[in-house]
Each structure stands twice: as structure tokens, then as C-alpha cells.
Nanobody, 115 residues
Framework: QVQLVQSGGGLVQPGGSLRLSCAPS????????MGWYRRTPGKQRESVAF???????NYADDVKGRFAISRDNAKNTLYLQMNSLKPEDTAVYYC?????????WGQGTQVTVSS
């Protein structure tokens, strides 16, 4: 069964940058929508950024201007460039792919912003 494999993340100081990556472990159908979500303890998972077919993007208000979502269509790989990170960005981040017949989630990766 195909899985989404995430990489990146870790510990960074406030104001720093990180890049998350997400790629399928095998072949999947054409991906229409791709996105990044995050979860902090005691909160529901929330959308951070997503990209729909055609390249239209959408960002949560608190990451606009700091985060950038992008994709490599040839590799079906999704990226999240995170700049000017704040302590409140600390969370487990998940990638998500939606194809015509399936939905996939990454395993999650911890991002900790702390001095």
C-alpha cells in the first residue's frame, strides 16, 4: 500500500526556517489536491496550506507571508517552506494528498520552534 513519506522538520530557533517534504512511497493516481496540516496538543488538526489542481494555493491567516507550499509534479512531491518561524508554529505537521479514488496522509513530523 502506498504511503506518504515525510522528511524535514526538527528544532529551530524563532525566526529560523525549515522545509518539509512529502513524497509517495510508490505510484499513485493523479493527485488533485495537496495540503499541509498541523496538530498541537489539545487542538484539532488544522489546515496550514493547500494547493488544488491548477496551482491555486490557500494559506491559513497566521502563516500567510511566511510559509510557501509548492509541488514537483514529476515526482508527486510536496514541499512546505517555512520562514520566520514562531513558537506558536510548534506542532506535528502532516501532508495530505487527494486523488480521484483515495486520500493519503503522511506519518507526521515534529516541528519545534524554541530558543
Amino acid at each position: 500500500q502506498v504511503q506518504l513519506v515525510q522528511s524535514g522538520g526538527g528544532l529551530v530557533q524563532p525566526g529560523g526556517s525549515l522545509r518539509l517534504s512529502c513524497a509517495p512511497s510508490g505510484s499513485i493516481d493523479k493527485v488533485y489536491n495537496m495540503g499541509w496540516y498541523r496538530r498541537t496538543p489539545g487542538k484539532q488538526r488544522e489546515s496550514v496550506a493547500f494547493m488544488v489542481a491548477g496551482g491555486i494555493t490557500n494559506y491559513a491567516d497566521d502563516v500567510k507571508g511566511r510559509f510557501a507550499i509548492s509541488r514537483d509534479n514529476a515526482k508527486n512531491t510536496l514541499y512546505l517552506q517555512m520562514n520566520s518561524l514562531k513558537p506558536e508554529d510548534t506542532a506535528v505537521y502532516y501532508c495530505n494528498y487527494i486523488t480521484p479514488g483515495n486520500e493519503y496522509w503522511g506519518q507526521g513530523t515534529q516541528v519545534t520552534v524554541s530558543s
